[in-house]
């Protein structure tokens, strides 16, 4: 009995997916719940698995096809099918090669004759006639240049197909192009604008360093800078609502709640998990899930569920090594925060020159629904947070 292999519901608003590889062949055997084929969409992979046991008959959508929900990737028959026969030959002596008395090789006279008895002999070819080895052509000296200068090696040029064999041609994967549409799309549709600040870490990682060993002996995972950044835009979203907004055709929709997006640097493109009521969290909880969803992004096991909605995003450039940026909106929200590499730098303090770990921070907005006034105050807002977060630790 032979059972389709159909596309399955692939999440909210995505309709369509391409073939990424098929993980069995035709023939295989597969068992209930074996991983079959996977398919890219445009927000995460997915596989799809076999729904009973029996073998690959048919694969219909090869690697590289667009395919659409319920549509056939292939087909599993319960029938094991009859294996191949095969030649039993006497390892006492290895043989060049295997053929029939009268000269056919055993696999292709198998394609048209039924089996008969077969020997192992030595395969030898007949001697033909002697083709004479052509006389190696004399290469001349090159004739004596005139100064030394001439006399340097001059690189020779790569033109035609010669350049062509260098180059490489990789089909995007669907996520790829979908990120390059949207870069676009916001690019042309939103009013984008950057400003700029920067933070004295000294005292997030004086408390950091204090307490980090506590805290991971008593929630079990380690206390790192993202979630003072998540607990600092959250306060700062409640000071200036509008950056926690979104445009839809005339109307702005103010969000009373505070799910944060955390950008995570994937190999098959950047992927924007969200933490969601970010502002109900502990510190604790808010790290978990930051690693959780890292974690998922690298073994490539993030749902739709983990990337939908989102009101405001932050990005970490500064884990690749970023002193400074202007990150791009995540539509269709109207704010992204990017955070910087820490560096030592000379700062005036209390009239005094002192050398301090300062990060710059870049937050880009939308111009349309957000002036300039309330994204300047609340960038600082998440500046004076962040440069005296004991009370936002420990509660206060």
Do not use: C
Request: negative net charge; aromatic residues 4%.
């Amino acid at each position: 009995m032979a059972t389709d292999i159909i596309v399955p519901e692939l999440g909210e608003s995505v309709v369509e997916a391409t073939v990424a590889r098929w993980l069995k062949g035709e023939g295989d055997a597969v068992d209930v719940g074996d991983p079959l084929v996977e398919l890219e969409t445009e927000k995460v992979d997915l596989e799809v698995a076999a729904s009973r046991a029996g073998v690959l008959k048919a694969i219909a959508r090869p690697a590289g096809s667009d395919v659409k929900i319920g549509e056939v990737l292939g087909v599993i028959d319960d029938e094991t099918g009859v294996a191949p026969a095969t030649v039993a030959i006497d390892d006492a002596e290895p043989v060049a090669a295997l053929v029939d008395g009268d000269g056919t090789p055993p696999t292709a006279r198998r394609a048209t004759a039924p089996p008969k008895a077969r020997t192992a002999t030595r395969s030898v070819a007949a001697p033909g006639p002697r083709v004479p080895r052509p006389e190696p052509v004399p290469i001349p000296d090159p004739a004596p240049l005139a100064n030394a200068t001439d006399q340097a090696t001059v690189p020779m040029s790569i033109d035609g197909p010669e350049r062509s064999a260098l180059e490489e041609r990789v089909r995007m994967s669907r996520r790829r192009l979908t990120i390059a549409r949207r870069l676009v799309e916001v690019q042309r549709t939103a009013a984008i604008l950057t400003t700029f600040n920067e933070v004295d870490m000294s005292s997030l990682l004086a408390i950091r360093a204090r307490h980090r060993d506590a805290f991971l002996e008593r929630h079990g995972v380690g206390l790192g800078i993202s979630s003072f950044f998540v607990k600092a835009v959250t306060l700062a979203l409640q000071a200036w609502p509008r950056l926690n907004a979104e445009i839809q055709g005339d109307e702005m929709v103010l969000k009373r709640y505070f799910d944060i997006g955390i950008a995570i640097g994937a190999s098959e493109g950047l992927v924007v998990p969200v933490v969601r009521d970010a502002d109900r969290m502990s510190f604790a909880e808010i790290e978990r899930t930051i690693k959780g969803f890292a974690k998922k992004a690298e073994d490539r096991e993030l749902t739709l569920a983990d990337l939908e909605g989102g009101t405001f995003t932050i990005t970490n450039g500064g884990v690749f090594g970023s002193m400074l940026s202007t990150p791009i909106l995540n539509p269709p929200q109207v704010g992204i925060l990017g955070l910087h590499t820490i560096a030592d730098r000379v700062v005036p303090v209390d009239g005094q020159v002192v050398i301090r770990p300062v990060m710059n921070l870049a937050l880009s907005y939308d111009h349309r629904l957000v002036d300039g006034r309330e994204a300047v105050q609340f960038l600082v807002h998440v500046k004076t947070v962040i440069e005296d977060p004991a009370s936002l630790l420990f509660g206060g």
